[in-house]
């Protein structure tokens, strides 16, 4: 049997496979039947992961850098033991659980998530991808599968502050941002401490690019799409860039009485064309594209006064640099434009830039091939959501697999995944996880 079709009888359920004459010399490594991980221990871990932080209306706030972070990190780390892992803390403080492979010259696969979470968050943003990793690694424990790449299971520390561990990892953290204070009222660099890492050797942490063979995350959609439309599976294409900007409206405060309506340069007005304009603009091209005008306030905010200044946001997102560019371009021609109308000024400032991160086509197609080994249906789409997989895609080669979110709510106490729903995800993530390390080019 070549790779090849070992890899097709790996995932295809040996027993319904074409191969099943084969089974003699399979089922000394994969036992009689294809491996699919315990979905009623997967549920009942992210049952007990959630009361870490459990708040009253039903979600958690486990804050990184938190009490309740480090104690669901001791929860973790004890599953990680039972799953016959070996975990350490890097010096960056993420959570690094090693199974060794069959060919220790090989370099390892990195499958996991985050635990930690927004304030008043939910159950299941993060917490599924890091219980299913960890879920996979057992069920490979008990199959007596043996890989040939070594397997880490991550789970990175403060996602939600700005994707601090996987970028520690990855080398875009700047040392400046050690000390920016994260909401759980600890620097960066405190919470480091705190979790067990050691801001000395923090550069040991990170990882050149062919440092790893690839990535694998399961994540929530935290969207509503896959629902809608009744699909088990999101294949992600690749995490948005994004980019903000801060947007200043210039003109002149003046008496709301005595100022007739035609010698007016108020900026408020000009602002509210300018959000219309945004939404105008981002629609009028084909494709997911999405801007957002999400903060704004007039100056100086008072019923009998005529704004004299405003300072609102812009938010543009799509999975092409160069389309957040284009748009930008006819949004600013629009906003001088705008303010030629009624004699005000438009001016932009970038505060924050995230490029767009692609997921590998490879891993893409062996997701597709798991979901349908396990006749789940997929659909290739982007992730709107920033992920520390963006990160890893600048080391590796990243693929991403999503489960529905019920009613696409996220980031709140009604966030909710199916455990229907969560066990597929864990099992597309076992067995692509297992073609990627069958594969030869992996
Ligand atoms: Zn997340």
Request: aromatic share 4%.
């Amino acid at each position: 049997m070549n790779r090849r079709e070992f890899g097709a009888a790996v995932a295809g359920g040996l027993l319904s496979s074409p191969f099943a004459g084969s089974l003699g010399r399979l089922s000394g490594v994969f036992g009689l039947t294809a491996p699919r991980v315990d979905g009623a221990r997967l549920n009942r871990h992210l049952t007990e992961l959630s009361r870490f932080g459990a708040n009253p209306q039903g979600g958690v706030t486990r804050l990184a850098y938190s009490d309740a972070d480090k104690q669901a990190r001791e929860y973790v780390l004890g599953l990680m033991r039972d799953a016959k892992l070996t975990p350490t803390i890097d010096a960056a403080g993420n959570i690094i659980a090693s199974r060794p492979g069959r060919d220790a010259g090989r370099k390892p696969i990195l499958f996991g998530s985050h635990i930690d979470s927004v304030p008043e968050g939910g159950n299941y943003d993060g917490n599924v991808g890091s219980m299913s990793a960890i879920e996979v690694a057992q069920t490979l424990a008990e199959q007596g599968i043996t890989t040939r790449h070594p397997l880490q299971v991550v789970i990175w520390q403060n996602e939600e502050g700005g994707l601090y561990g996987s970028r520690a990892v990855s080398g875009q953290l700047t040392p400046e941002e050690l000390q920016n204070v994260s909401r759980s009222g600890k620097t960066i660099a405190e919470g480091i401490t705190f979790l067990g890492g050691d801001l000395q050797r923090l550069a040991s942490a990170r990882r050149a690019k062919g440092d790893i063979a690839g990535y694998l995350e399961l994540h929530i959609e935290q969207g509503g799409t896959l629902e809608r439309d009744h699909i088990d599976i999101g294949i992600v294409e690749g995490i948005v860039g994004i980019k903000q900007w801060e947007v200043t409206v210039t003109g002149f405060a003046n008496h709301a009485g005595t100022t007739p309506m035609d010698q007016r340069h108020d900026a408020l007005l000009a602002a509210a064309r300018f959000v219309e304009a945004v939404n105008r603009i981002v629609t009028s091209v084909p494709g997911r594209q999405v801007g957002t005008v999400g903060r704004i306030q007039a100056l100086p905010g008072a019923p009998n006064v005529i704004p004299g200044q405003v300072v609102c946001t812009l938010e543009l997102r799509d999975l092409d640099a160069a389309k957040i560019d284009t748009l930008y371009a006819g949004i600013t021609a629009e906003a001088t434009r705008i303010g030629r109308q009624n004699g005000t000024t438009f001016a932009f400032r970038m505060l924050h830039e995230n490029v767009p991160a692609p997921s590998d086509s490879r891993m893409r197609g062996l997701i597709a091939a798991a979901a349908r080994d396990l006749s789940l249906t997929s659909r290739v789409m982007p992730s709107g959501a920033g992920h520390d997989a963006q990160a890893m895609a600048t080391l590796a080669p990243m693929g991403m697999i999503f489960v529905p979110s019920v009613a696409g709510i996220s980031h709140a106490p009604k966030e909710f995944s199916k455990p229907a729903d969560i066990v597929n995800g864990a099992n597309v993530l076992l067995l692509a996880l297992l073609r990627f390390d069958e594969s030869p080019r992996s």
